[in-house]
């Protein structure tokens, strides 16, 4: 046999494996990164997301609801305290404004929308403000509520479940549990993992996802797509590192359109039916994003990000159509 007809029967055999129902291992997960036809491996994918997840793009908005000021050391992060990075800081969002941005999103087929506090948690005169926000969104519209506030204690997310109706929790690992140190020291993932639980134990579904291009090898992100499975995560965002001026990654190289793409195949590989969403750094895949939704997304973070510039609705639905893709119905 020839090595790419081995190499096109491996990928269909591991794709067989998922479609059957089988966890793949993480050593099988590495042979289909390896792999040099990659095409074989993003039509597997693909075909994966079709299989369990159909033809529909899941897509989600969110609002800084609390910006900079944060105390915690994220390599990454434009928010963090540590670095000198002159972003916006605020307490509080305006509740006109956000309110008004949520309706008009969901207006525009935005099934999600979630309120994003910068810090290690939300503290608890936060949380009181940004409550009557939800509220106000959930009685003027029927758009799925979410909220990204940190390592959140069970009791605030009650709150957020029993007063507001919160369906989503967004909490990223980030990377692999054995990169995370790497790139910040002053929370573990372990507390991270710890969020997540809470909120499952409530009953609360959980989006979590990380952030590619911060040094890690694909192995690391092969081992953060299994954490993930092993967590039952549903809604998997795949951000891009976009180094901010003043972060210590701020010059860290630009992840290849091959990475990329072979990373979101992976995940999906290992998730085959979870949703995994464009997120962050959607300008760095707006040059191959038709190739990208064949290669296992089927969902999407649109809008604007917390400090960065995202993608605009209107155009991202015009292209996931023309992509042969329709959009889910709230």
């Known amino acids: 046999m020839d090595f790419v007809l081995e190499t096109i029967v491996m990928v269909k055999t591991y794709k067989q494996k998922?479609?059957?129902?089988?966890?793949?291992?993480?050593k099988e997960i590495i042979n289909l990164s390896n792999t040099n036809i990659k095409e074989a491996l993003y039509?597997?994918?693909d075909e994966l997301r079709e299989h369990f997840c159909g033809n529909t793009i899941d897509l989600c908005s969110i609002?800084?609801?609390?910006?900079?000021?944060?105390?915690?050391?994220?390599?990454?992060?434009s928010q963090s305290s540590e670095y000198e990075t002159h972003?916006?800081?605020?307490e509080v969002v305006d509740k006109v404004s956000t309110v008004k941005e949520a309706l008009g999103n969901f207006a525009k087929?935005?099934?999600?929308?979630?309120?994003?506090?910068?810090?290690?948690?939300?503290?608890?005169?936060?949380l009181d403000k940004l409550i009557?926000?939800?509220k106000e969104i959930k009685e003027k519209s029927k758009i799925s509520l979410c909220a990204s506030m940190g390592l959140i204690t069970e009791q605030q997310l009650k709150k957020l479940k029993t007063e507001v109706g919160i369906e989503h929790y967004h909490c990223n690992l980030e990377t692999a549990p054995s990169f995370f140190k790497t790139v910040c020291t002053s929370h573990t993932i372990e507390e991270k993992i710890e969020t997540i639980k809470n909120a499952q134990k409530l009953g609360i579904k959980i989006c979590s996802g990380g952030i590619i291009g911060m040094g890690e090898t694909m192995e690391h992100r092969?081992?953060?797509?299994?954490?993930?499975?092993d967590l039952g995560v549903q809604s998997i965002p795949i951000n891009v590192l976009m180094p901010v001026e003043g972060t210590?990654?701020?010059?860290?190289?630009?992840?290849?359109?091959e990475e990329i793409l072979t990373t979101i195949a992976i995940f999906r590989f290992a998730n085959p039916k979870a949703n995994i969403r464009f997120a962050g750094g959607r300008l760095q895949i707006k040059p191959f994003q038709r190739k990208a939704l064949r290669a296992g997304i089927n969902a999407a973070l649109t809008g604007d990000y917390l400090t960065t510039v995202g993608s605009n609705i209107d155009e991202d639905i015009k292209d996931f159509i023309q992509s042969g893709f329709k959009i889910q119905d709230s």
């Open 222 to 229: 092969i081992e953060l797509a299994i954490t993930l499975r």
């Open 248 to 257: 210590p990654l701020q010059n860290a190289k630009p992840l290849s359109e």
């Open 63 to 77: 609002t800084n609801a609390k910006s900079g000021a944060c105390s915690e050391n994220c390599k990454w992060c």
């Open 43 to 45: 039509k597997a994918a």
């Open 132 to 134: 009557p926000i939800y």
């Open 109 to 126: 087929g935005v099934k999600r929308h979630s309120l994003v506090t910068s810090g290690r948690r939300v503290n608890n005169k936060t």
């Open 18 to 26: 998922v479609l059957d129902g089988v966890k793949l291992s993480y």
């Open 87 to 90: 972003i916006e800081e605020y």
